[in-house]
């Protein structure tokens, strides 16, 4: 079973992102900040890891620079509800794999994030 | 009738400069202005300037006389003796011969006579007073007294008036030179208070830009879980639903994206009203776009039973933004679906010129009455044709595609018939040029 960590602080779309994953057959891990994110980054073993880009410590873009610095290959998919240009450019220059926009999908959300496993 | 305001007998020669004050100082109580003013003092000066040369004046006495109207102010210079041969001329009668300044007085004034009394000889001007009046013995009577309290006076009041009336003359310049220092410091003042209020809106401007920003960011993520939950639930994702349950959730789904096209929209139009878009210019299939365009509304197409048809060659491309112009045909053709109840959309295509293309969006609606033609393209008007109430939209759509339109270089219009349907019809240019301000500091 693959293992996804979920990197979101609002519980609606955790439980969101969560019920998709899990009914699509994955293990999900969450983290709630960016701190334990990059903990969880190494230590859970994630297959790929989904990043809200607005977090209380410091943002996903910033999360994902630290993981990256530390060698980890993991994919990273950016989910932001920002919409401004150069928001996906950005995401891109962090070390995100890819970028999806908020609100999520149900229908394609799955078939976005398997691209990257 | 003769009555005598005044008599002055000039001791020094200083006396002479008075005389024309005076003639003044007469002339204007007894109603003269300013161009006879002048040409009565005048006069006085070149008769006297001739008149001091060749004799030596007597006496001065200016008087009003005329029996009836018109009343006439008389000046009359006596000499002793004769008057001379220089003055006069050859012939007393003739202009031959006389002095250049008596010439000057006759031409300036309505009389001038040499006379001859037993003992002396005089010269008299005259004019005739302002509107050929008549001047009653009492009038005289009050001219009179008051000539007493102004006159006579020294020829050194007569310099120290005109000096001081010089010094007022140049206390107003100098007044209207500080007045114009003070307004100078004032402008540099509102100038300075200007740039203050510019830095003030330029900074405001970037806080609106800032707030709008997260404003979106914070509305989308409620509606992230309100979509994505009521999306999971219509699929029975959850469990299973009965009908009004799905009835209700689509309507909760419906409000949810028209909230989101709303943020959208909102969002969109701050950004190019901020001069914040920046355009992905590249080489546009435009017929692809438009297939893409189809693509999103097929759903919507066969619910209605209408046909989309797209004319437009296959290789057919210009040099734009290709995200831009799938937004605003998008919006067009969604206008389109959602006015039609059945028939057929026709995307056209065609050159105004080699620089341009016009792209047609027909409809089958029941098109826009000429009132309302105008109100389309401003935000927030939402016009509803017969039967059309309730129709969903943002009322930003077309307001954004026009501000879209028109950054990218284009114009857009409609025309449309009641019962006929309606052509929504843009242009752009070719090859896209920027022309926009956005980066440049340049002050309007």
């Given at each position: 079973m693959k293992r996804i960590l979920v990197v979101e602080d609002n519980e609606a779309n955790l439980y969101l992102t969560r019920f998709l994953l899990e009914k699509s057959g994955y293990e999900v891990v969450a983290a709630v900040d960016g701190k334990t994110a990059v903990t969880m980054a190494f230590d859970s073993f994630p297959d790929l890891i989904i990043?809200?880009?607005?977090?209380?410590?410091m943002d996903g873009l910033e999360t994902t620079k630290l993981i990256r610095s530390k060698a980890s290959k993991v994919p990273i998919i950016a989910l932001t509800?920002?919409?401004?240009?150069?928001?996906?450019?950005?995401?891109?220059?962090?070390?995100?794999?890819?970028?999806?926009?908020?609100?999520?999908?149900?229908?394609?959300?799955?078939?976005?994030?398997?691209?990257?496993? | 009738m003769k009555k005598t305001l005044l008599v002055v007998k000039p001791r020094k020669s200083t006396d002479f400069v008075q005389v024309r004050q005076w003639a003044r100082d007469i002339a204007s109580l007894l109603g003269f202005h300013h161009h006879e003013l002048t040409r009565i003092t005048t006069a006085v000066s070149e008769v006297m300037r001739d008149v001091a040369q060749a004799a030596t004046v007597k006496q001065i006495e200016f008087f009003v006389s005329g029996q009836s109207a018109p009343s006439v102010f008389d000046i009359e210079i006596i000499v002793q003796g004769t008057l001379p041969e220089s003055l006069l001329g050859r012939k007393q009668f003739s202009v031959e011969g006389m002095a250049s300044g008596c010439l000057a007085a006759k031409r300036l004034m309505d009389a001038f006579k040499f006379e001859t009394g037993l003992a002396?000889?005089?010269?008299?001007?005259?004019?005739?007073?302002?509107?050929?009046?008549?001047?009653?013995?009492?009038?005289?009577?009050?001219?009179?007294?008051?000539?007493?309290?102004?006159?006579?006076?020294?020829?050194?009041?007569?310099?120290?008036?005109?000096?001081?009336?010089?010094?007022?003359?140049?206390?107003?310049?100098?007044?209207?030179?500080?007045?114009?220092?003070?307004?100078n410091t004032e402008l540099e003042q509102l100038t300075r208070e200007l740039q203050i209020a510019n830095e003030r809106l330029q900074e405001a401007d970037q806080l609106k830009s800032v707030f709008l920003a997260s404003m979106s960011h914070e509305l989308r993520t409620p509606l992230n879980s309100i979509l994505g939950f009521t999306g999971i639930i219509l699929k029975g994702m959850a469990g299973d639903i009965n009908d009004e349950q799905r009835k209700q959730l689509t309507m909760v789904q419906n409000s949810g994206r028209h909230l989101l096209s709303l943020i959208n929209d909102v969002l969109d139009i701050s950004k190019i009203e901020a001069g914040k878009v920046e355009l992905n210019i590249s080489t546009v299939n435009v017929s692809a776009v438009a297939e893409e365009v189809l693509e999103t509304v097929r759903p919507a197409l066969s619910d209605k039973n209408i046909d989309l048809k797209i004319s437009i060659p296959a290789d057919l491309t210009i040099n734009s933004d290709a995200r831009r112009l799938k937004q605003i045909l998008l919006n067009l053709v969604d206008n389109a679906v959602k006015f039609s109840d059945s028939g057929t959309l026709i995307i056209n295509q065609s050159f105004p010129d080699a620089a341009q293309i016009r792209i047609d969006v027909k409809d089958c609606g029941s098109g826009i009455g000429s009132d309302d033609l105008p109100k389309l393209f401003a935000p927030f008007q939402q016009i509803n044709p017969n039967g059309m109430r309730g129709k969903q939209g943002t009322g930003l759509g077309l307001y954004l595609c026009r501000k879209l339109v028109n950054r990218m270089g284009g114009e857009i219009w409609a025309e449309s018939?009641?019962?006929?349907?309606?052509?929504?019809?843009f242009v752009l240019p070719m090859k896209f040029e920027d022309n926009s301000e956005t980066h440049s500091s340049r002050r309007g």
């Open positions: 990043m809200d880009v607005q977090l209380p410590d509800s920002y919409a401004m240009p150069g928001d996906r450019e950005d995401a891109l220059a962090a070390g995100c794999d890819g970028y999806i926009q908020k609100p999520v999908n149900p229908d394609t959300f799955i078939a976005e994030i398997e691209i990257y496993l | 002396n000889e005089s010269v008299v001007i005259g004019k005739i007073l302002p509107s050929s009046r008549h001047v009653s013995e009492s009038e005289l009577e009050s001219i009179e007294q008051k000539i007493r309290t102004i006159i006579p006076r020294d020829p050194i009041d007569e310099l120290n008036q005109q000096n001081k009336e010089l010094g007022a003359v140049l206390q107003e310049l100098q007044n209207q030179q500080e007045k114009l220092t003070e307004q018939e009641l019962n006929k349907g309606s052509i929504f019809s």
